[in-house]
């Protein structure tokens, strides 16, 4: 059965949703997402934004993306939150603009989902958050998450741990 647009805005338009029940609508409910991010409510806006990035769908970077350029901050917000619900592939470019943004709270959701891509190409301009944020806050979570992107580029590399041997009698 397709999902519709008052589905969504049904169980969305809420002031807690329940953003795992949402997700099982799939990706049918991507397009409706998509046009509540561009729609004049930045609070249902910023909801649309965060379901996205749950529904496993090529075009969920796309909804991402369009609530990146918003106007408003908490849009924009949710989206950078967003980040770390994707692959790295596809949530690279966005974060490595995001940490860019005027608002320290997309910012801050930015340096967060950075840390948890723990991607070599995002280290540099989390240093430069570290030693040269406005922010005394955003400059101590960005030396926080360097230290996360290390360990997740470890555990990355490690090898998987060994199989116990079995014994022989």
Known sequence: MPVTLQ???????????NYPALAALG???VPHLASLVRGEDPGLASKAA???SLIQSDDSIEVLTTAAG?????VRVAAAAGLRNLGAAQALPLTDRLLDDADAGVRKQALRAAGRLGLNTLEAKVKTVASSDADTALRQLATQELKQMADVRADRESPP?????KKTK
């Open 161 to 165: 741990p060994a199989k116990p041997k």
């Open 27 to 29: 990706p049918e409910a």
């Open 7 to 17: 589905q969504v805005l049904n169980q969305l338009d809420t002031d807690e949703p």
């Open 70 to 74: 918003s106007p408003h901050d908490t």
């Open 50 to 52: 965060y379901l996205a």
